[in-house]
């Protein structure tokens, strides 16, 4: 029996150490070390691209690439106001624009691509007889 008083002893001792440092790892007046991510050093890559000639040379003279050429600012922007009549004879009979779809077949998706016109006869370049389906 001692054996076994002796293993609980142990076990037991064991047992309480793991629940001592459980309480302790979860104290949340522990010192806390902010981390400030400007304490990271970034190390660039300075690769050299060569490119086989100068490009100085097809640069204006005293070209600056930090200066401002164009000044944005002095463009005159011209505001069109766009009288928007009855849209509604566009528009198919009962249409409700905010009408929920009642199943994915309902949603119609417009491609410009789908419908086109050609405005010439392809007849009159092709030759007499041709038909593309025989092989």
């Not at 040379?57 to 011209?78: C, H, S, W």
């Amino acid at each position: 029996m001692n054996v076994m008083s002796n293993k609980n002893l142990k076990l037991s001792i064991v047992m309480g150490i793991a629940l001592v440092n459980g309480v302790f790892a979860s104290n949340p007046n522990k010192d806390i070390e902010l981390f400030d991510i400007n304490s990271i050093a970034y190390i660039e890559d300075e690769t050299e691209i060569e490119l086989g000639f100068d490009v100085a040379d097809y640069l204006p003279e005293g070209f600056d690439p930090y200066k401002m050429y164009v000044d944005l600012n002095a463009i005159e922007f011209i505001e069109v106001e766009i009288e928007i009549s009855d849209l509604s004879k566009h528009l198919p009979a009962n249409f409700d624009a905010y009408a929920y779809p009642q199943d994915a077949q309902s949603i119609n998706y417009i491609d410009e691509n789908d419908s086109f016109t050609i405005d010439f006869d392809t007849k009159k370049h092709l030759p007499e007889g041709f038909n593309p389906y025989i092989k």
